[in-house]
């Protein structure tokens, strides 16, 4: 019954990866994929939160299916990040390919650390 949580999850995390990518992207006139980039950093994020509360006691293996497999791992898109990328370096920008790749390394990696951080203030 596990894999339910994971689909209830993914059933939320899809269609929120969709409309926070055309939210995001429709507020920047840019080739730049800022709502991937956007939801991907966002994912980082709730997973650290979930890393961190699950390290502390704070949060059950049923939570962590349902929001670290299920929510984040639809939320979170390392296809169309590739994609995008490519498409970037294809079409001439390839500053902007270096500079997704390097800026969401980098600030997934950073939204991960200060989700887990946040997570030991608040439950230790």
Do not use: I, K
């Amino acid at each position: 019954m596990h894999w339910l949580l994971v689909a209830a999850g993914a059933a939320v995390g899809a269609p929120a990866r969709y409309l926070t990518d055309r939210l995001v992207q429709s507020r920047h006139d840019s080739v730049f994929p800022w709502g991937t980039f956007a939801v991907n950093v966002s994912g980082c994020l709730v997973l650290g939160l979930l890393v961190g509360a699950a390290a502390s006691g704070a949060a059950s293996a049923d939570v962590q299916l349902l929001l670290g497999t299920g929510f984040c791992g639809a939320l979170t898109t390392y296809s169309t990040f590739s994609y995008e990328t490519l498409r970037l370096a294809e079409g001439g920008a390839r500053l902007l390919a270096v500079a997704n790749v390097a800026g969401s390394v980098l600030a997934g990696l950073g939204a991960a650390y200060a989700g887990t951080a946040l997570a030991h203030a608040f439950w230790g």
